[in-house]
């Protein structure tokens, strides 16, 4: 257990170390489309040239507290060349809010839909050519995210809204099973992909406000909030760098139901604290990171844009150069595309003005030191009652050091050390009381990011 553990984080490791980009933002394109309101933007898995959208004739105001859905939608269309061309529409008549694949079978497909006032989910096995006209888990209640839990064939978690419960269910939807833990509705939800035991589930403040959270698969369930009183929970985004780190966007409702945008929120231990990090005054829609390189990630921000970070969330820049002004993004995507030496590519939906494409997002904040000039050393390796790091750095900066056990636990911090240009030495001694074991150190400030595998005896 322990070397597969210590396997898994040395392949994380090794994709964020070896990669290295020269940090050129481009411009946002119009995909040349008729398109109403997007309310789905995915890929497959299994087949990252395969885009998905919802789509909508009509607005719904998500922002409201109780969501009105239309009677009827658009159902989706499908790409399956990167977006150069798309199918004619299918599960027409219907609103679909999310899209999931089995990860046992990549050609059955669950779509979450509703029509005329029901929720439930449609089937396809055939990667979505062809959709079942019975809805499975048919209900008043909307079922407004999908995700599959990877180790066990058949389970799914769902977040809805109508309803003071989220779903459940064990065999593909044909039965689906109210979870009562906590007074919630829901909007969003993510499992971890390092751990899947790991479940995390967004309330949306319209009775209680925090994150559920599971570390033991489902058998029991913890309530957290301190950072996120009061506050709505649109997205929520598992690191799949480090099991402890995850993204939500918020924003909150006044008495008088009046929407205050709250930004982006992050814990680096495993949601049970939170702190604000970008884009404070905006709705946050929607946060993706990129599938092989998770240091990179984007966030759809309402009337703000599109914001990107580099390091993990740390810091962002926003990127909103040919999005049209006055405009709110609700959706963003990163497909596992290879990426060039200007960044990676991103999808942005912008509600009501179509699908938009940069194949150049990435931030200006300069990792290239990290790469070529900056170094760090940890000794003695295995350690015991102190570390010692050696830091060469070709620039000072203010930098924070923090610990991490394998389940994403941060054990110790080391904050605000100045690391001055040239050579460093660094005591780290608070480390004599952590049991034996591997646990992951991590550098960071605004020019560096360095992470290192250390291992106790």
Same mark, same amino acid.
Request: aromatic share 12%; hydrophobic share 40%; charged share 20%.
């Given at each position: 257990?322990f070397?597969n ?5 040395l392949?994380i490791?090794?994709i964020?170390?070896t ?5 050129? *933002?481009q411009v946002?394109?119009?995909?040349d489309?008729e398109l109403?309101?997007?309310t789905v933007?995915?890929t ?15 607005p719904t105001? $998500? ?6 859905f239309?009677?009827f939608?658009q159902?989706i269309?499908?790409s399956?060349d ?9 599960l /027409?008549?219907?609103?679909?809010l999310?899209i999931?694949q089995?990860?046992?079978?990549p050609?059955l497909l669950f779509?979450?839909v509703?029509?005329?006032?029901r929720?439930g989910i #449609?089937k &396809?096995?055939d990667?979505?050519?062809?959709w079942?006209e019975?809805?499975? +888990?048919?209900?008043?209640y909307?079922?407004?995210k !999908?995700?599959?839990k990877?180790?066990k064939?058949?389970v799914?978690y ?10 459940y269910?064990s065999?593909y939807?044909n039965? +689906?099973t ?10 969003a939800?993510? !499992?971890?992909?390092l751990n899947p035991?790991?479940? $995390? #589930?967004?309330?949306d403040g ?5 994150v559920?959270y ?8 913890k309530?957290?909030e301190n950072?996120?009183?009061n506050?709505r929970?649109?997205? #929520? ?11 939500v966007? +918020?924003d909150?409702? /006044?008495?008088?139901?009046?929407v205050?945008g709250?930004g982006?929120f992050r814990?680096e231990d ?7 990090v970008?884009a404070?005054?905006a709705?946050v829609?929607?946060?993706a990171?990129?599938?092989?390189? *998770?240091? $990179?990630?984007?966030?759809a +921000?309402g009337?703000?844009?599109?914001f990107?970070s580099a390091?993990?969330g740390?810091?962002w820049e926003q990127f909103?150069n040919g999005?049209?002004?006055? &405009?709110?993004v609700?959706?963003?995507l ?8 200007s960044?990676f590519t991103?999808f942005?939906?912008v ?8 194949e150049?997002?990435?931030?200006s !904040?300069?990792?290239?030191?990290q790469?070529?000039?900056?170094a760090m050393q ?11 790091l050696?830091?060469?750095s ?10 991490y056990?394998?389940?994403g !636990?941060n054990v110790l911090d080391y904050?605000?050390l100045?690391?001055k240009s040239?050579?460093?030495f ?6 004599a009381e952590l049991?034996p ?12 990011y360095?992470?290192q595998?250390i291992l106790k005896?």
């Amino acid at each position: 257990m322990f070397i597969n553990t210590l396997r898994s984080a040395l392949i994380i490791l090794i994709i964020l170390t070896t990669s290295h980009y020269n940090l050129i *933002p481009q411009v946002w394109h119009k995909i040349d489309l008729e398109l109403g309101y997007i309310t789905v933007l995915k890929t497959l898995e299994s087949s990252p040239n395969t885009i998905i959208m919802g789509l909508n004739a009509f607005p719904t105001d $998500f922002k409201i507290a109780n969501v009105q859905f239309n009677t009827f939608g658009q159902g989706i269309i499908i790409s399956n060349d990167g977006g150069k061309s798309w199918s004619a529409p299918l599960l /027409d008549g219907y609103t679909v809010l999310d899209i999931a694949q089995s990860p046992d079978n990549p050609d059955l497909l669950f779509a979450s839909v509703t029509q005329l006032n029901r929720g439930g989910i #449609i089937k &396809s096995t055939d990667a979505g050519k062809n959709w079942h006209e019975n809805i499975l +888990c048919d209900a008043q209640y909307k079922i407004m995210k !999908i995700a599959p839990k990877k180790d066990k064939n058949g389970v799914f978690y769902s977040s809805a809204v109508e309803i003071r419960d989220f779903i459940y269910t064990s065999d593909y939807f044909n039965k +689906c099973t109210n979870i009562k833990s906590f007074d919630i509705q829901s909007r969003a939800l993510a !499992i971890s992909k390092l751990n899947p035991d790991y479940i $995390f #589930i967004a309330s949306d403040g319209l009775y209680e406000s925090g994150v559920i959270y599971t570390t033991d698969g489902g058998n029991t369930w913890k309530k957290s909030e301190n950072g996120l009183e009061n506050k709505r929970i649109h997205t #929520i985004l598992a690191s799949s760098h480090r099991v402890g780190l995850l993204y939500v966007g +918020c924003d909150s409702l /006044d008495i008088f139901k009046n929407v205050h945008g709250k930004g982006i929120f992050r814990s680096e231990d495993t949601g049970r604290t939170w702190q604000p990090v970008i884009a404070d005054g905006a709705i946050v829609w929607d946060i993706a990171e990129h599938p092989r390189y *998770p240091k $990179f990630i984007a966030a759809a +921000c309402g009337n703000q844009g599109v914001f990107v970070s580099a390091n993990l969330g740390a810091y962002w820049e926003q990127f909103n150069n040919g999005l049209p002004e006055n &405009s709110e993004v609700n959706k963003i995507l990163i497909p596992d595309w290879d990426t060039t030496a200007s960044g990676f590519t991103a999808f942005a939906a912008v509600w009501g003005e179509g699908l938009y494409v940069t194949e150049g997002l990435n931030t200006s !904040i300069d990792f290239s030191y990290q790469l070529k000039e900056f170094a760090m050393q940890v000794q003695p390796l295995p350690f015991n009652r102190q570390l010692n790091l050696s830091i060469v750095s070709p620039v000072e900066a203010v930098c924070n050091i923090r610990i991490y056990d394998m389940l994403g !636990i941060n054990v110790l911090d080391y904050p605000n050390l100045i690391v001055k240009s040239g050579s460093n030495f660094v005591q780290i001694e608070n480390v004599a009381e952590l049991p034996p074991g591997a646990y992951i150190l991590i550098l960071t400030s605004d020019k560096f990011y360095k992470s290192q595998i250390i291992l106790k005896n």
